[in-house]
């Protein structure tokens, strides 16, 4: 396996790992909503907007390595 066919597949991982974790954070924040822990939920929200906008970043490169 050449290093670019490794390449893909670690990105791929990273994405699928990541896409996992924001489900999760997804359900953290509603618990915290549900709690009345609202301000911690909007923090945990933005995260959420970060870290997605960080996966999107390993699609394009992912999409530019194919």
């Not at 396996?1 to 994405?15: G, Q, S, V």
């Not at 549900?34 to 960080?54: F, N, T």
Request: proline share 0%.
């Amino acid at each position: 396996m050449d290093f670019l066919e490794k390449a893909k597949m670690r990105l791929e991982h990273w994405i699928t790992h990541s896409d996992h974790h924001q489900e999760e954070y997804s359900m953290f924040a509603e618990q915290l909503e549900e709690a009345g822990k609202l301000e911690s939920a909007k923090y945990i929200r933005e995260m959420i907007d970060l870290s997605s906008r960080s996966t999107d970043c390993l699609r394009r490169a992912l999409k530019f390595l194919e």
